[in-house]
């Protein structure tokens, strides 16, 4: 069965950096478009950022533009966030998804 194990998150100041990992078994990678999505404390979940299976196309959440970067390795199944110039509002869970699937999910809390 598919299995997405998230890790990276942690606790940063704004303006930090953060990468987060995904490792993804049980499913054909290498054809799948993956997904991050976020879940703020008390709020709903929201979509991040997306990428192809070829991962030579993404798309971003507006607020996350220019700070977040998705990618992933076909070999290893991996799905990858790298985060800069992180902000107070993005402390939320951060969840990798496939179809209807996801994670356990790892948490990003930004404060000073």
């Known amino acids: 069965q598919v299995q997405l194990v998230e890790s990276g998150g942690g606790l940063v100041q704004p303006g930090g950096s953060l990468r987060l990992s995904c490792a993804a078994s049980g499913f054909a990678f290498g054809n799948a478009l993956l997904n991050w999505v976020r879940q703020a404390p008390g709020k709903g979940l929201e979509w991040v950022a997306a990428i192809n299976p070829g991962g030579d196309s993404t798309s971003y959440e507006d607020s996350v533009k220019g700070r977040f970067t998705i990618s992933r390795d076909n070999a290893k199944k991996m799905l990858y966030l790298q985060m800069e110039d992180l902000k107070l509002e993005d402390t939320a869970m951060y969840y990798c998804?496939?179809?209807?699937?996801r994670g356990q999910g790892t948490m990003v809390t930004v404060s000073s």
């Open positions: 998804t496939v179809g209807g699937d």
